[in-house]
C-alpha cells in the first residue's frame, strides 16, 4: 500500500493522501518531523562523586502530531470527508503503517508510523462546514527514508575457480571468462573483488543482504573494518538466504535459521554517515554442475543450475 508519487506538503498514510495545495485536508502544523527525537542515553552517576559518566546515546522513537482542517467542495461535504478521514487514520494492535510524505527540494521519503491519538474539536467552526483535527502518529524507528529502494546486485562480483570440467563437443572455455554458462565449466570455491555500496543518506542505516544459491557456506566480509558474515550451510538453486542486519536475523526460505551463523559481527556495523562507502566481499564455494557418465549435462541451467547471485538492499536514511 504505497503511492508512486506525491505533490508538495502533502502526505499518504497506507495511500490515503492528505495535505497539500489543492487537498480537503489541509495541515496546518505538524510538529515532530524536522525534531531530533528524544534521546535514549545511558548515562550513569560517579556515585560518591559529581557530575556523570557519560554512555552511549541512541534515538528513542518519533512522533509526529498534525494538526489539520478538513473543509468540504463541490462534491461532498465536510462531514463526508471527515468520516473517511476517520476510516483512514485509525489505530492499530501491533505493527506500523507507511507514510510516505513529500517536502519541497526533496524526493518522496517514508517512515513507518502507527496511529495514537485522534482529536476532533466541535465548535462554531465545525457547525460551518469546517473540521479542525489532531493526529499523533508514534515511529518507533525515528528515521524516514527515501522511498526509492536502494538494490545492488554483485552477481558479476562472484567468481569460481577450481578444477575445470571439458566437454568434449563444445567449444573451450571463452579466454578470460569466469561465467560457466559463457563456455567452459569453472567450478570450486573462490572470492569476487570488493564492491561498493554508498549510503547517500546522513545517518546510519543497515542494508539487507540476500544471497541465492546454488552455492556452500556463503561468507560477507567488510573489507574496510574487517567484519564479516559467515553461514555455514548449502545452499540449493531454489534457496534464498537473508540476513537482514538491522533486525539481526537471519532466515533461509522464510524460515529463522540464525543457527547457522558462524559471526553476527558485520550485523553489529550498520553503514554509517552521508556518502559514506562500504566495501563488501562475497566468499563462496559454487556447487559442481550435475555430470552423466563423466560429461557435463549441456542443458544445466534448463535444469535450474545457475551462479549464485548476492543482492545487497538499503534505503537511504536521512535522520534529523
Known amino acids: ?24 485536508y489541509q495541515i496546518m502544523t505538524l510538529d515532530g518531523l524536522e525534531d531530533l527525537p ?15 559518566w557519560t554512555g552511549r546515546d541512541f534515538l528513542s522513537g518519533r512522533t509526529l ?12 461535504s465536510m462531514s463526508h470527508y471527515l468520516d473517511l478521514l476517520q476510516r483512514n487514520l485509525i489505530p492499530q494492535q501491533q505493527g506500523t503503517g507507511l507514510l510516505q510524505f513529500k517536502l519541497p527540494d526533496n524526493d518522496l521519503q517514508r517512515i513507518n508510523a502507527r496511529v495514537r491519538r485522534r482529536a476532533i474539536t466541535i465548535n462554531t467552526n ?20 527515501d522511498d526509492q529502494l536502494q538494490s545492488t546486485n554483485l552477481i558479476n562480483a562472484v567468481t569460481t575457480a577450481g578444477r575445470t570440467y571439458n566437454r568434449v563437443y563444445t567449444t573451450p572455455p571463452n579466454s578470460g571468462t569466469n561465467n560457466p554458462f559463457i563456455s ?12 561498493l555500496i554508498t549510503n ?43 540476513l537482514d542486519t538491522d533486525l539481526r ?30 566495501l563488501l566481499l562475497l566468499e ?13 549435462h549441456t542443458s544445466r541451467r534448463r535444469h535450474g543450475t545457475k551462479n549464485p547471485t548476492f543482492v545487497v538492499t538499503e534505503r537511504h536514511s536521512p535522520c534529523r
Open 1 to 24: 500500500m504505497a503511492v508512486a508519487s506525491l505533490l508538495d506538503y502533502r502526505f499518504a498514510f497506507n495511500d490515503f493522501e492528505f495535505g497539500g495545495g489543492d487537498s480537503v
Open 38 to 52: 528524544v534521546i535514549r542515553n545511558q548515562d550513569d552517576n560517579r556515585g560518591y562523586q559529581d557530575g556523570m
Open 65 to 76: 502530531t498534525f494538526v489539520m482542517t478538513i473543509r468540504g467542495d463541490s462534491n461532498y
Open 126 to 145: 465545525y457547525s460551518s462546514g469546517m473540521a479542525t483535527a489532531t493526529y499523533e502518529f508514534f515511529c518507533p524507528d525515528p528515521r524516514y527514508y
Open 184 to 195: 567452459g565449466m569453472y567450478f570450486g570455491g573462490g572470492a569476487g573483488a570488493p564492491n
Open 200 to 242: 547517500y543518506g546522513w545517518a546510519t542505516t543497515s542494508p539487507i543482504i540476500t544471497i541465492q544459491g546454488p552455492c556452500v557456506n556463503p561468507k560477507v566480509t567488510d573489507v574496510t573494518a574487517g567484519y564479516f558474515l559467515q553461514v555455514n550451510t548449502t545452499l540449493g538453486t531454489a534457496d534464498t538466504l537473508v
Open 249 to 278: 536475523t537471519v532466515t533461509l526460505n522464510g524460515v529463522n535459521r540464525r543457527s547457522l551463523l558462524a559471526t553476527h559481527l558485520l550485523g553489529s556495523q550498520p553503514l554509517p554517515e552521508l556518502h559514506t562507502i562500504l
Open 284 to 296: 563462496l564455494t559454487a556447487i559442481p554442475p550435475v555430470l552423466s557418465h563423466g560429461v557435463a
